[in-house]
């Protein structure tokens, strides 16, 4: 049975860590190896908190890292260094699972020797609480775009719920540092594994729930957010422009964002109101507002 080097990336004051690390705890026995928490900001606290979430873990070694605030790439590329694990499995901290997520990631691994695999990330039921919240479980997501499950694409490189093998890093594979802010940093480097050779395989049973609400004002803010971070990944990537922001011309553009604009100019049925914010909060960070 391979080894995982689980490693999930938090913040300080994070009240969702506790909880992934209670849900972990569940599926420890279905194979073996380390978890490593690295906190981007330090919090001493919090690590005691989830040290006791998590409880004994036979045949697991857990380390808690407080790192200098750099933002989540610089803190995953710090963890990375202490990774021994055959297969590094990455996870969000406000996600919880069933039983069955390693397994599942084994199992694909075994069908699919050398991909990276993706698991099939859900919206928690509880976190659909709100229309909005309704909207966005139904509308932010793209794995309908995936035609292969052997071979989803780069842009599904997504730290979320995602394994890949060690030997990727081993070989020099790191986050690129400039992403001060959690958006398009994993995308990155899933683009340039892919130009590596790497594919991105779909688990869809490794099923993994996204256990965060949002009020209309935070994801405008997320919205932002990613138009920042998409603008660096395109100054990187400038052959990609058209792939990212999607071409409003074609009826269904490939870009990860396409529909946002479409839906913008009218391309297609209207949305409720705030699918216009989002938009347009995206593009201002994209042109640096």
């Not at 300080?12 to 599926?27: A, I, N, Q, W, Y």
């Not at 100019?265 to 640096?288: N, T």
Request: charged fraction near 25%; hydrophobic fraction near 40%; charge should be negative.
């Amino acid at each position: 049975m391979a080894d995982f080097s689980i490693l999930v990336c938090t913040r300080p004051g994070s009240e969702f860590l506790p909880r992934c690390m209670e849900s972990l705890r569940e599926v420890l026995e279905e194979a073996g190896g380390q978890i490593i928490t690295a906190c981007d900001g330090g919090d001493p606290a919090l690590g005691e908190q989830c040290r006791e979430a998590l409880g004994p873990a036979e045949g697991w070694e857990w380390k808690w890292l407080d790192m200098e605030r750099r933002g989540p790439a610089a803190a995953r590329n710090s963890a990375l260094q202490h990774c021994t694990g055959e297969l590094i499995l990455f996870l969000n901290d406000d996600v919880r699972f069933p039983p069955g997520l390693l397994r599942a990631h084994l199992e694909a691994h075994a069908l699919r020797p050398g991909h990276a695999v993706m698991g099939n990330t859900r919206w928690a039921p509880e976190s659909v609480n709100s229309e909005f919240m309704h909207w966005v479980a139904h509308h932010d997501s793209f794995y309908y775009l995936i035609a292969d499950a052997a071979d989803a694409g780069w842009e599904y490189f997504h730290t979320m719920n995602l394994s890949v093998h060690r030997r990727w890093f081993d070989e020099g594979a790191r986050f690129d540092e400039t992403f001060p802010e959690p958006a398009f940093e994993d995308t990155e480097l899933g683009r340039r594994l892919a130009a590596s050779g790497m594919k991105i395989a779909l688990a869809y049973r490794a099923v993994l729930y996204h256990v965060h609400s949002f009020t209309e004002d935070q994801y405008v803010e997320k919205a932002r957010m990613r138009g920042r971070a998409a603008r660096r990944f395109l100054e990187l990537h400038p052959e990609l422009t058209a792939r990212i922001l999607g071409d409003f011309e074609l009826p269904a553009p490939a870009g990860l964002l396409g529909r946002w604009f479409r839906r913008l100019r009218g391309v297609e049925p209207a949305e409720p109101p705030w699918q216009r914010r989002i938009a347009e909060a995206f593009l201002q960070g994209y042109r640096g507002g």
